[in-house]
């Protein structure tokens, strides 16, 4: 089946746009990340990176859940159900 040039270059186009980051965070994730008092100075460093990496290049991936954030986050839960 033979294609015109033009169907080829839209077929070309849609599959480099589905290399793009369909961006579903929020529009303040950033000063979310900074605010947030369970993040340590570097995971916040670490969290910021990873987001911008994922709106460029998308060279960072997910390797597991951060342990040691959860149970800050489960702990701070636990007191705030306390009071």
Do not use: P, W
Not at 8 to 36: C, M, P, T, Y
Not at 71 to 79: A, D, P, T, Y
């Amino acid at each position: 089946m033979k294609m015109s040039e033009s169907i080829r270059v839209e077929i070309g186009s849609f599959l480099e746009s589905l290399e793009n980051l369909f961006d579903i965070a929020h529009a303040q994730v950033i000063d979310i990340i900074q605010k947030d008092t369970c993040r340590t100075k570097a995971m916040k460093v670490e969290d910021t990176n990873f987001l911008q990496d994922q709106r460029s290049d998308r060279k960072m991936v997910l390797s597991s859940l951060d342990k040691t954030y959860i149970r800050k986050l489960e702990r701070k839960q636990s007191r705030s159900e306390q009071e």
